[in-house]
């Protein structure tokens, strides 16, 4: 069985998932690679503000993709570890965003 070149670490707010990445990566001696903390409109989105939960999602979907398309694991022998999984998105999304926001950020992952 080959190794893993790509883990994601997934896990609820704030209950170390960017510690776990790191100490994987370091351990098995891969690159990490981590959420923005500089999302400029989380404190909006925690504090309720509407419209704020697209851009918080918009500035993560750019900014994940900018990380992501720097690594090929195909042509890499460094495994790759992330603290996040494109997948939870959806969720995010259901929970967080209108309809016509959802349709928007679905529109434009696609």
């Not at 070149?5 to 098995?28: C, D």
């Amino acid at each position: 069985m080959s190794p893993s070149r790509y883990i994601a670490i997934e896990g609820p707010l704030r209950v170390g998932k960017s510690s776990l990445a790191q100490a994987l990566a370091e351990r098995i001696q891969a690159k990490t690679v981590l959420d923005s903390e500089e999302n400029p409109f989380l404190n909006d989105f925690y504090r309720g503000q509407q419209g704020s939960a697209f851009r918080a999602q918009m500035y993560f979907l750019v900014n994940r993709f900018q990380q992501l398309s720097v690594i090929d694991p195909g042509r890499s022998q460094m495994p790759v570890v992330t603290a996040y999984l494109f997948e939870k998105v959806k969720l995010f999304c259901y929970i967080n965003l209108t309809d016509q926001a959802e349709v928007s950020y679905n529109h434009l992952r696609a």
